[in-house]
């Protein structure tokens, strides 16, 4: 070494070259067929992660960029359903409908029978109808079931009938089906027993 120094080589140096040449290389392909190779076998898999990766992204920025728009709707949403809710009776409201609609038709002067039917239940909605026989003038007739579709709370006339009053062309007789509604709030489940601790 210290001929190669002074400027000499020798075969030792050529020898002692060649090795350090060949211990890279080795190292190299070493590196290549053990790191390198294994490494290009996972790039399709690293791939496809990464696809995955970018497309769940890119769904997380349109969402973020419309979430406002999302609140906003769903501030608009409740309002809706507060308002709709404070328009259908509860339970204990519905016994009074009746005293009220008697009272509204005898403001109008209208000789007027009430009938509950029997309700019905569609998911968490119950319909509950009136059978309504209203008989007095045609023009108070009108204004009583003008006054029933303003009413406060939801109520829809369907079957509606109206004809003069047999032996009587000043009086008039309405039948129709009243109905209101309301929500069935889901029954909460027992709670379960508390787990026996170890």
Do not use: C
Request: proline letters at 5%.
């Amino acid at each position: 070494m210290k001929d190669f120094l002074s400027g000499t080589v020798t075969p030792r140096d050529w020898f002692f070259t060649v090795g350090i040449v060949g211990t890279a290389g080795g190292i190299r392909a070493l590196f290549f067929v053990v790191v390198h190779q294994a490494q290009i076998e996972r790039l399709p898999e690293i791939q496809e992660k990464d696809e995955i990766l970018v497309k769940d992204l890119q769904e997380a920025r349109k969402i973020a960029a419309s979430i406002d728009d999302l609140r906003s709707r769903m501030q608009k949403i409740e309002q809706l359903v507060t308002v709709f809710e404070e328009r259908l009776p509860s339970q204990h409201e519905l016994a009074s409908l009746l005293v009220e609609f008697e009272s509204m038709a005898s403001d109008q002067g209208l000789d007027v029978e009430l009938n509950s039917l029997t309700p019905s239940r569609d998911g968490r909605k119950e319909t509950i109808p009136y059978r309504i026989i209203a008989r007095g003038p045609f023009h108070q007739i009108m204004t009583f079931i003008n006054q029933l579709e303003r009413y406060r709370r939801y109520l829809k006339i369907t079957d509606l009938q109206i004809e003069p009053v047999k032996g009587n062309y000043v009086n008039s007789q309405a039948e129709f089906t009243l109905n209101t509604y309301r929500f069935i709030k889901p029954e909460k489940k027992p709670a379960a027993a508390g787990k026996k601790s170890a």
